[in-house]
């Protein structure tokens, strides 16, 4: 027998998040995009209640939870604003190169005085998404888009390793599309000098799948959020005598949305419990973030398409969630990069495991 239930702990922390987001997120969605910013009101909520430290280990302050837990909340807090979501946790995907590389000491030196400034935040960017000259001291060139409007700490992370940056990061303030209660910058680096730089292939590849985890954890929670207007909207809206929920043709697509979100939350969910014990996950976490993403390629435009006219005004959310999805899904090398990665680890699989070698839980 197979239980699937979360436990009391998990449980409780869900249904915290879950409260958060409605309460103070939800309402406030429309206001943040237009700060480019989650009011301080909110984050000072966010900061008592404690949700950045997560997963940092209890020898740094933190909870000591895992990947479950983070994508748990995560969902949660997507579903009430994923732009603020993103704002509001100082450390973010940036915190797993520094866990997985790093250790104990670029958590204590370059982790914890982020959680304790006002307003800070570290950004992750991947290599192939940016334009820089890595050299031994400092790092040169461009990064087109992040979404923060300020960047405390950060971290480029390639398929060897990763180095952190502090100083001589150049924000220029963009036009915000996706995610614009997370900010929108272009990043310039002159010699931005290298202040901590590790080295590690497998350790690497960890730090990406956590990433890619995190991201595709806040994909779901907005296409949940986009699954469950469109079908109230369409349970309201009346034509032909009766709701338009009512018709076959809608019916069955608001349950093929369901479907492809539910989907994808099943894949996240089992790639968070292998990295939760410490099991290969890399090829996983990439299928999770596939799914994710090909999932908010039907959901979004397809939430926009059941609203008709009103799907395109700012009255109603689902235009604010098709961008910010396709926003997420251009993080981190985006589809194609998650695909590469995937596709090589079938291709280098060994030879199947045998049923009497598979761990029965």
């Known amino acids: ?9 998990l449980e409780l922390l869900v249904e915290t998040a879950r409260s958060f987001a409605r309460e103070e997120l939800s309402p406030r969605l429309r206001e943040a995009e237009s700060a480019r910013g989650p009011d301080p009101g909110v984050c000072a909520s966010f900061a008592e209640i404690g949700l950045a430290a997560l997963e940092l280990p209890e020898a740094c302050g933190g909870a000591g939870l895992g990947a479950l837990a983070r994508v748990l909340v995560n969902e949660e807090l997507a579903a009430g604003d994923v732009g603020a979501a993103v704002a509001l946790d100082p450390l973010g995907p940036a915190l797993y190169p520094l866990l997985e590389l790093g250790g104990e000491t670029a958590l204590k030196e370059l982790a914890l005085p982020l959680l304790a ?9 991947a290599a192939a998404d940016a334009e820089l000259e890595v050299g031994a001291d400092a790092v ?13 700490l950060l971290v480029v992370l390639d398929s060897e390793g ?35 730089r590790w080295r590690g292939r497998e350790q690497a590849g960890r730090a990406l799948a956590r990433a890619r985890l995190y991201l595709a954890s806040l994909l779901v929670g907005v296409l949940r959020q986009t699954c469950e207007f469109t079908r109230d909207y369409a349970l309201q809206r009346v034509a032909f005598g009766r709701p338009i929920a009512h018709h076959q043709a809608l019916a069955f697509l608001l349950v093929d949305m369901h479907a492809a979100v539910d989907g994808a939350r099943l894949l996240l969910h089992e790639a968070a419990w292998n990295a939760d014990r410490g099991r290969a996950n890399a090829a996983l976490s990439a299928t999770a973030f596939i799914e ?8 979004g435009p397809n939430g926009v398409q059941i609203l008709g006219g009103h799907g395109f005004m700012q009255d109603y959310p689902v235009e604010k969630y098709m961008r910010e999805s396709r926003a997420l899904g251009l993080l981190l090398g985006g589809v194609d990069a998650a695909r590469e990665e995937a596709g090589r680890a079938l291709c280098d699989a060994g030879a199947p495991v045998a049923l009497s070698e598979l761990e029965i839980v």
């Open 162 to 196: 990763a180095v952190a940056l502090q100083s001589g990061i150049e924000t220029e303030p963009l036009r915000g599309a996706g995610l614009r209660a997370a900010g929108a910058s272009a990043l310039r680096l002159q010699n931005a000098p290298i202040v901590a």
């Open 292 to 299: 994710a993403i090909d999932a908010s390629r039907f959901v």
């Open 140 to 152: 040169s060139g461009a990064v087109p888009w992040v979404p923060a409007d300020r960047v405390d």
């Open 117 to 125: 400034r006002e307003g800070a935040r570290a950004v992750l960017v």
């Open 1 to 9: 027998m197979f239980d699937l239930q979360l436990d009391e702990e």
